[in-house]
């Protein structure tokens, strides 16, 4: 998953949560740099995918692809044993995300037939005031908000790695766009799509001058990316060491050795 204490902003939209429409959704296609590449690695080409503002239209869609195959896949979700049953969604999640697609600040990968293959789900941050150092939420503050238990270890987790109010003030800068969850169909995985939703997000936010972007990732690939596109790594908690109140979140055979850790980035663009 991707990103952090955000989570807790977008719950108390009014102060954070900006109806921030990007410039109005001119599809464009991205050439992916040529790298050195396993054999079986395949990379979309340019005019194969085409990528864009996520349009009301295609949000229902959107939302099944997060729920049928972020939460099944994506390595934290899978530590904590959240549950990930076709047809569970967690509301307050779904809410989010639907803020964000509203907002007009997710982006999607279309194959040449219109297939939704890929999205970018993100949003806008403003920062809410000059305080030097925010507390971090805490788990009761969750669970008052209507968050389940278990997702709880998530949202703190991510918070202790980047909670943008801190990053704001420590950055210098009074808005930045965090990418929350990237997630790529199952059968079009491995071919750069992340990496490509990953950039369009940069190139959006630059053209609306957005000067800071970041992004939480749970995820070794999405690590891959970020690294590749230029991010700085600001915290890294490896999920062996996780604990919250002293007490140890994760089990350590569950832990999935490709996906040891969750590292937080930014990149100023
Ligand atoms: C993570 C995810 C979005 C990656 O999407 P993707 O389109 O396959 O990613 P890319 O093709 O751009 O690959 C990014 C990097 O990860 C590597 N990678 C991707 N899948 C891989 C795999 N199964 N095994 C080994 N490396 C892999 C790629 O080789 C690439 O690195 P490289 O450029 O150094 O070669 C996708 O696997 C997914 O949807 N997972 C479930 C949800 C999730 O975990 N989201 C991310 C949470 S932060």
């Not at 949000?59 to 972020?70: M, N, Q, T, Y």
């Not at 969604?89 to 964000?100: A, F, K, P, Q, S």
């Not at 939480?216 to 596109?229: D, E, G, I, Y």
Request: net charge positive; hydrophobic share 40%.
């Amino acid at each position: 998953m991707c990103t952090s204490g955000f989570l807790l902003f977008c719950m108390r939209r009014s102060f954070f949560h900006l109806k921030f429409v990007f410039r109005k959704s001119i599809t464009s296609a991205y050439s992916p740099q040529r790298r050195r590449l396993p054999q079986n690695y395949t990379t979309m080409e340019k005019d194969q995918l085409i990528l864009s503002i996520v349009k009301s239209e295609d949000f229902e869609e959107a939302l099944d692809i997060f729920w049928k195959h972020f939460m099944p896949n994506e390595p934290v979700t899978g530590l904590i044993g959240c549950h990930t049953a076709v047809g569970y969604r967690i509301y307050n999640l779904d809410l989010l995300l639907r803020e964000m697609l509203q907002s007009q600040t997710c982006f999607m990968a279309k194959d040449q037939k219109g297939n939704i293959i890929g999205i970018a789900f993100c949003t806008v941050i403003l920062k809410k005031d000059d305080t030097t150092i925010h507390e971090l939420p805490t788990r009761d503050e969750y669970l008052c908000q209507g968050w389940p238990v278990d997702f709880t270890h998530i949202l703190l987790l991510l918070d202790h790695l980047g909670y943008h109010p801190n990053i704001m003030n420590d950055k210098k800068v009074n808005q930045l766009l965090d990418i929350f969850a990237v997630v790529v169909k199952p059968n079009y995985r491995r071919m750069g799509i992340a990496t490509q939703l990953i950039t369009k997000a940069i190139t959006e936010a630059q053209l609306v001058d957005i000067p800071l972007v970041t992004v939480v990732c749970t995820s070794a690939f999405t690590q891959r990316c970020c690294a590749k596109l230029g991010f700085n790594a600001e915290n890294t908690i490896f999920y062996k060491d996780w604990h919250y109140k002293n007490i140890k979140i994760f089990d350590n055979n569950k832990i999935d050795p490709v996906h040891p850790a969750a590292i937080s980035y930014y990149k100023y663009i």
